[in-house]
């Protein structure tokens, strides 16, 4: 079973507008963290949000906020008052906990976001 | 800047040919991972090494192999090219295992 899923191979949100960018997440270890990256063309891949497992509130990183529902599985990311250089690929990518000493990311398919001006 | 330091960024080579691609992790990271991104296989988990010793190892070939030094720098050596090995390769480090990940701006491996 894939460990990550994105759902949205692409999206398209108006500049200035609010986006929601799905990841669902398939773990049987208690202890995990979850993570957003940002990917735009050049290639580069920018950390943008991080949650734990056992983290209470929901992350929070400038316009960019993680909707953690555990029960759900699910892990989105909300970007607001979406700008025109948010245009790039997002992965959703998850980390197992520390029993094997591995600490390696799973990541997603990605969604590619663009935004309208 | 990540502060994760990848050389070259961009490469190309024959098939069969052997390339080495460098990382410097940013300064105090003690874990080094590599991974791979190709269109077909996507973001790809290969090697992880803690303070010069060999901790994880995800989809790596044979034909692949990696080494941390004592300065906590890494290496990964691709050998007998295939086309298929074509892709863009990353390298990230951590601080602690539990942390985020900063990524290096990645070497674009192309084999002709």
């Known amino acids: 079973a894939q460990k990550i899923t994105q759902t949205q191979p692409g999206m398209f949100v108006q500049e200035k507008e609010a986006v929601t960018l799905d990841c669902t997440y398939d773990?049987?270890?208690?202890?995990?963290?979850l993570f957003w990256y940002k990917q735009p063309s050049s290639g580069e891949m920018i950390f943008l949000i991080y949650?734990?497992?056992?983290?209470?509130q929901n992350a929070t990183e400038g316009r960019y906020s993680l909707n953690f529902q555990k029960a759900r599985k699910s892990a989105n990311l909300v970007i607001s008052a979406s700008q025109l250089g948010d245009s790039a690929m997002y992965f959703c990518?998850?980390?197992?906990?520390?029993?094997?000493?591995?600490?390696?990311?799973?990541f997603g398919t990605g969604t590619r976001l663009t935004v309208i001006p | 800047d990540s502060g994760v330091t990848q050389t070259p960024k961009h490469l190309i080579t024959a098939t069969g040919q052997r390339v080495t691609l460098r990382c410097s992790p940013r300064s105090g990271d003690l874990s080094v991972y590599w991974y791979q991104q190709s269109l077909d296989q996507g973001l790809q988990f290969l090697i992880q090494?803690?303070?010069?010793?060999?901790?994880a190892k995800g989809n790596i070939l044979e034909r692949f192999s990696a080494q941390q030094f004592p300065d906590l720098h890494s290496e990964l050596n691709l050998s007998s090219l295939e086309l298929g090995d074509s892709a863009l390769y990353f390298c990230a480090s951590t601080k602690a295992p539990d942390t985020e990940a900063f990524f290096g701006q990645g070497t674009r491996l192309t084999v002709v």
């Open positions: 990518a998850m980390r197992e906990g520390r029993r094997t000493g591995a600490n390696n990311l799973f």
């Open positions: 773990t049987s270890d208690p202890s995990y963290g």
């Open positions: 090494y803690y303070n010069g010793e060999e901790r």
């Open positions: 949650q734990g497992s056992y983290d209470q």
